[in-house]
């Protein structure tokens, strides 16, 4: 399984983003993938959960970087996840990266990295003041 994160760029602070996350191939048992998240790490910083789209709710669950600003959905099939940014701040600063598991882990589980087994090359965002 490989995923490609996309969409980052440079940002003046109030603006919007939409980063994109698609996931090609299967894994060893054919699996689809049963959570899609993203994180964020900022320079100096460690990796922040940001939030997850899980494919057997058909929801999205929130870290709280990302409430009241950010946004996560899905695309058709369960291979794409988006991260809708809106009121960018400089603090957002960071590389958003995307991970995935074909597990359905419990909700106490998302945040922490070592519950997804892919991860993304991550894509830069900066926000300017």
């Known amino acids: 399984v490989q995923l490609q994160a996309s969409g980052g760029g440079l940002v003046q602070a109030g603006g919007s983003l939409r980063l994109s996350c698609a996931a090609s191939?299967?894994?060893?048992?054919?699996?689809?993938?049963?959570?899609m998240a993203w994180f964020r790490q900022g320079p100096g910083k460690e990796r922040e959960y940001v939030g997850v789209?899980?494919?057997?709710?058909?929801?999205?669950y929130y870290g709280d970087v990302a409430k009241g600003r950010f946004t996560i959905s899905r695309g058709y099939g369960k291979n794409t996840v988006y991260l809708q940014m809106n009121g960018l701040k400089p603090e957002d600063t960071a590389v958003y990266y995307c991970?995935?598991?074909?597990?359905?882990?419990?909700?106490?589980?998302?945040?922490?990295?070592?519950?997804?087994?892919?991860w993304g090359q991550g894509t830069l965002v900066t926000v300017s003041s």
């Open positions: 789209f899980r494919w057997s709710t058909n929801r999205p």
């Open positions: 991970a995935a598991s074909a597990r359905n882990p419990i909700l106490s589980m998302f945040p922490d990295p070592g519950t997804y087994d892919y």
């Open positions: 191939g299967r894994t060893s048992s054919g699996s689809d993938m049963g959570v």
